[in-house]
C-alpha cells in the first residue's frame, strides 16, 4: 500500500509522470487493437465508422468518468445502469408531457444527482459498504423503472434535441463535443484542484485523511453524487440517441462501464488512476466491442467479452503495479 | 482500507430477534391484507418456491462469511439450467444433465475462487467478470431461445413427493442439514470462520487461506448447478434470463439473516429464516396483485433496511 500512499501524494509532477506512463501503455494497446482490425475488416478506417467508435466511446465514458471518482476512493457504484434507464424514463416522460427539452434535460440530471446522492447518504450516514449499497439500490431502481414503465416505451422526441446524442457539429457527432468537455472539467478537477486531491487522498488512506482534516463525509457524498449526475447525463444522450426509452436500457451499460475504469488503470483498491485513463478504457473496449461488430460476431458474445476484458484488465494493472514495488 | 472494527462475539441470541421479528412482522401484515396468504396451499407453496433460493443462500452464507461474494451465482445458475435443459434432453436422463449442470457450476466456482485468492482481484469485481463471461455463455449455448420439451424425469423433481413432502423440500432440507454440520461440526467450518474473522490465525495454524477459499466458492458453483435442476424443472424448460438477478435474493436472504458483510459472522439458520422472510415477501406482494417489479424494488429496500440495522447493532 506504501506505494499508493506516495503517488498519491507526491508532488504533482512525480504524480503524473507514473501515471503518463500507465496512460501510454494503454493508448498503445488501442492503436494495436486499430491496427489488427484494419487488416481483419475493410470497413473499420471508414470515416463513418470511426466516427461511430467515437460516439459509442463518448456514451461509455459519461458513465464511467463518474465512476471513475468512486473508484478513485476506494468506492465502487454498481448502480449506475440502473440510474441511467430511471433517469432517461423520467426524463423521456417530462419531454413527452411538457414538450420542452430543457426541462427534461434538467429531470434527467436531477434525477441522476438525486440517486447518487442516496448511494452517498447509505455510504456515509448508513456506513453501508459501497458496493453492497449500490447493488441494493440497483434493484431497487430497476423495480422501479419496470414498474414506472409498465412493458410501455417512450418514443419520438423533438428533432433539436435529438440532435444532442445523433446530431453533427462541424463534421463530428455531437456527443463528441461533450466528451472532451467533460475530459477536460475531469481531468482539470480531479489534478487541479484541492478537493480532487482530496478524493485521491480518501482513496490512498481514508484514516489518514480523515486525521489530516479531509472532510472525508463531504468528499464522499461529492463523489457519489457526481456519478449519479453523470449517469443521468448519460441518460440523455441516449434518450436522443435511441429516441426512445424503455425500462430495459441500463441493463447492459454497468459491466462496460465499471470495465472501461479498470482497463483505464484505476486501482480498485483507490488512490490511483485518471479521468483521462478511463477515457483510453472506454476507447479500448468500444474498439473492441466494434470490432466484434464490424466482423460479424453474434452479440451474445458481448458480456462474455467484456467479462474477460475486465478481469484481464484487473489481473494486468496488478502485476504490473506489483512489479513497480 | 476499512478500519479495523472492533470483533464482536457471534451472540446468537442477539440476533435471534432480528430476523425471527421481520419474519414475524411479514407473515402477520400479509395474513392481514394479502388474500388467502395464509391458506395451507400457499404457505406449502411459499415453501416448495424457497428452495431454490435456499440452495443459493446456504453456499453465499459461507462466502460472505470470508468477507466476499459471489455475484455471479445468477448468472451461472441460469447456465447451468440450461444445461440441464439442453443435456437431458439429447440423453433423455435427468442424472446425466446435472452432472454437466454440476460441473459447470464447479468449474465457475474454482475459477471465481481462483481469481479472488490466488490473483488476489476483489470479490466482487472478479465475480462481476465471470457473471458477464457466464452470461454471455447462456445466451450463446441457448441461441437466445427457449429449450423446450424437457423430459419427464426432469419435471417429476418439482413435482414428485417422498414420504408426502415434496422433493424440493426434501432437497432443501438435507442441503441445510449439509452446511449446518459442516459448519458447525467440522474444522472445515472453523477454518471459514477464521477466514473472515482472523486469516492471520490460520496461517499460524498451517493452513493455506488460498486454498480454503477456492473450495469455498466451489461449493457455491455446485449448488449452483444443484439449483439449475431445480429452476428448469420449475419452469419445465430452460431459459436464458431465469436466474438472472437470483444472486441479489440470496444476497438479501443472507443480509436478512444476520451475517455480517464485515466482521465474519455468520448465521446459517438466521439465512434459512431470511430465506423464508424474502420469499413470504415476494409471495405477499404477488398475492396483493403487485407486479414483480415492485418485488425486485423492496428486496432491495430490505438489503439496505437489514445491512443498516447491522451497522446500527455493530456500533451499541
Known amino acids: 500500500?506504501?506505494?499508493?500512499?506516495?503517488?498519491?501524494?507526491?508532488?504533482?509532477?512525480?504524480?503524473?509522470?507514473?501515471?503518463?506512463?500507465?496512460?501510454?501503455?494503454?493508448?498503445?494497446?488501442?492503436?494495436?487493437?486499430?491496427?489488427?482490425?484494419?487488416?481483419?475488416?475493410?470497413?473499420?478506417?471508414?470515416?463513418?465508422?470511426?466516427?461511430?467508435?467515437?460516439?459509442?466511446?463518448?456514451?461509455?465514458?459519461?458513465?464511467?468518468?463518474?465512476?471513475?471518482?468512486?473508484?478513485?476512493?476506494?468506492?465502487?457504484?454498481?448502480?449506475?445502469?440502473?440510474?441511467?434507464?430511471?433517469?432517461?424514463?423520467?426524463?423521456?416522460?417530462?419531454?413527452?408531457?411538457?414538450?420542452?427539452?430543457?426541462?427534461?434535460?434538467?429531470?434527467?440530471?436531477?434525477?441522476?444527482?438525486?440517486?447518487?446522492?442516496?448511494?452517498?447518504?447509505?455510504?456515509?450516514?448508513?456506513?453501508?459498504?459501497?458496493?453492497?449499497?449500490?447493488?441494493?439500490?440497483?434493484?431497487?431502481?430497476?423495480?422501479?423503472?419496470?414498474?414506472?414503465?409498465?412493458?410501455?416505451?417512450?418514443?419520438?422526441?423533438?428533432?433539436?434535441?435529438?440532435?444532442?446524442?445523433?446530431?453533427?457539429?462541424?463534421?463530428?457527432?455531437?456527443?463528441?463535443?461533450?466528451?472532451?468537455?467533460?475530459?477536460?472539467?475531469?481531468?482539470?478537477?480531479?489534478?487541479?484542484?484541492?478537493?480532487?486531491?482530496?478524493?485521491?487522498?480518501?482513496?490512498?488512506?481514508?484514516?489518514?485523511?480523515?486525521?489530516?482534516?479531509?472532510?472525508?463525509?463531504?468528499?464522499?457524498?461529492?463523489?457519489?453524487?457526481?456519478?449519479?449526475?453523470?449517469?443521468?447525463?448519460?441518460?440523455?444522450?441516449?434518450?436522443?440517441?435511441?429516441?426512445?426509452?424503455?425500462?430495459?436500457?441500463?441493463?447492459?451499460?454497468?459491466?462496460?462501464?465499471?470495465?472501461?475504469?479498470?482497463?483505464?488503470?484505476?486501482?480498485?483498491?483507490?488512490?490511483?488512476?485518471?479521468?483521462?485513463?478511463?477515457?483510453?478504457g472506454a476507447l479500448i473496449l468500444t474498439l473492441v466491442l466494434n470490432g466484434m461488430n464490424l466482423l460479424q460476431v453474434n452479440a451474445s458474445w458481448q458480456p462474455l467479452v467484456t467479462g474477460i476484458i475486465l478481469v484481464f484488465a484487473v489481473w494486468l494493472d496488478m502485476k504490473t503495479r506489483q512489479r513497480g514495488r | 482500507m476499512r478500519e479495523g472494527a472492533a470483533a464482536l462475539p457471534a451472540n446468537p441470541l442477539q440476533r435471534i430477534p432480528g430476523v425471527a421479528i421481520m419474519l414475524g412482522v411479514l407473515v402477520v401484515v400479509f395474513g392481514a391484507i394479502a388474500p388467502g396468504f395464509l391458506s395451507t396451499a400457499n404457505i406449502y407453496n411459499v415453501l416448495v418456491q424457497s428452495t431454490i433460493l435456499m440452495m443459493l443462500a446456504l453456499p453465499m452464507t459461507l462466502i460472505i462469511m470470508t468477507e466476499g461474494l459471489d455475484l455471479s451465482m445468477g448468472a451461472v445458475l441460469t447456465l447451468t439450467s440450461l444445461l440441464v435443459a439442453i443435456v437431458s434432453l439429447a440423453t433423455g436422463s435427468m442424472l446425466i444433465g446435472l452432472a454437466a449442470a454440476v460441473l459447470v457450476g464447479l468449474a465457475f466456482g474454482i475459477a471465481n475462487g481462483w481469481l479472488i485468492s490466488i490473483i488476489g482481484i476483489p470479490p466482487f469485481v472478479a465475480t462481476l467478470g465471470t457473471l458477464g463471461i457466464a452470461q454471455g455463455l447462456s445466451l450463446i449455448v441457448s441461441d437466445g431461445q427457449s429449450v423446450v420439451g424437457i423430459p419427464q424425469s426432469v419435471r417429476d423433481i418439482y413435482s414428485a413427493t417422498l414420504f408426502t413432502v415434496p422433493v424440493p423440500i426434501v432437497m432443501a432440507l438435507v442441503s441445510y442439514l449439509a452446511f449446518h454440520a459442516l459448519l458447525y461440526h467440522t474444522r472445515f467450518g472453523t477454518y471459514i470462520f477464521a477466514l473472515g474473522g482472523n486469516r492471520e490465525a490460520l496461517k499460524y495454524a498451517g493452513r493455506s487461506p488460498t486454498k480454503l477459499l477456492i473450495v469455498v466458492y466451489a461449493i457455491g458453483g455446485a449448488m449452483a448447478g444443484v439449483a439449475g435442476l431445480l429452476m428448469t424443472a420449475r419452469m419445465n424448460s430452460g431459459h436464458p434470463t431465469a436466474g438472472l438477478g437470483l444472486e441479489f435474493d440470496a444476497i438479501a436472504a443472507v443480509a436478512v439473516g444476520g451475517t455480517s458483510f464485515e466482521r465474519g459472522n455468520g448465521w446459517l439458520l438466521g439465512t434459512a429464516l431470511g430465506v423464508i422472510a424474502v420469499g413470504v415477501l415476494r409471495n405477499g406482494l404477488n398475492l396483493m396483485a403487485l407486479p414483480s417489479s415492485i418485488q425486485v424494488a423492496s428486496v432491495g429496500v430490505l438489503v439496505i433496511l437489514a445491512l443498516f440495522l447491522d451497522g446500527l447493532r455493530s456500533r451499541l
Open chain 1, 1 to 280: 500500500m506504501t506505494d499508493v500512499t506516495k503517488t498519491a501524494i507526491a508532488p504533482l509532477r512525480s504524480f503524473l509522470s507514473e501515471d503518463v506512463i500507465q496512460v501510454f501503455y494503454r493508448l498503445l494497446a488501442a492503436f494495436l487493437i486499430c491496427v489488427v482490425l484494419s487488416f481483419l475488416s475493410e470497413s473499420f478506417f471508414s470515416l463513418g465508422n470511426i466516427l461511430n467508435v467515437l460516439r459509442q466511446a463518448s456514451l461509455m465514458f459519461f458513465i464511467a468518468s463518474g465512476l471513475t471518482l468512486v473508484v478513485l476512493t476506494a468506492g465502487l457504484d454498481l448502480s449506475v445502469g440502473a440510474n441511467v434507464a430511471l433517469s432517461a424514463c423520467l426524463a423521456g416522460t417530462v419531454i413527452h408531457h411538457s414538450g420542452s427539452a430543457t426541462l427534461g434535460v434538467l429531470t434527467g440530471l436531477a434525477a441522476g444527482g438525486a440517486v447518487g446522492l442516496l448511494n452517498g447518504i447509505m455510504v456515509t450516514v448508513l456506513r453501508i459498504p459501497s458496493f453492497i449499497a449500490t447493488y441494493g439500490m440497483l434493484w431497487v431502481l430497476n423495480g422501479l423503472t419496470y414498474w414506472y414503465m409498465a412493458g410501455d416505451t417512450i418514443h419520438g422526441f423533438p428533432a433539436a434535441f435529438r440532435q444532442i446524442g445523433s446530431g453533427y457539429l462541424f463534421g463530428l457527432p455531437t456527443p463528441v463535443y461533450l466528451l472532451l468537455l467533460f475530459l477536460a472539467i475531469g481531468t482539470i478537477f480531479a489534478q487541479r484542484t484541492i478537493w480532487g486531491q482530496e478524493i485521491y487522498a480518501i482513496g490512498a488512506n481514508p484514516v489518514a485523511a480523515r486525521l489530516s482534516g479531509i472532510p472525508v463525509n463531504r468528499r464522499l457524498l461529492l463523489v457519489y453524487a457526481v456519478s449519479g449526475t453523470m449517469a443521468g447525463l448519460a441518460s440523455i444522450i441516449f434518450l436522443a440517441r435511441l429516441n426512445s426509452a424503455e425500462a430495459d436500457i441500463g441493463e447492459s451499460l454497468t459491466l462496460p462501464a465499471i470495465a472501461a475504469v479498470l482497463i483505464g488503470g484505476t486501482s480498485l483498491f483507490g488512490g490511483v488512476g485518471t479521468v483521462f485513463g478511463t477515457f483510453v
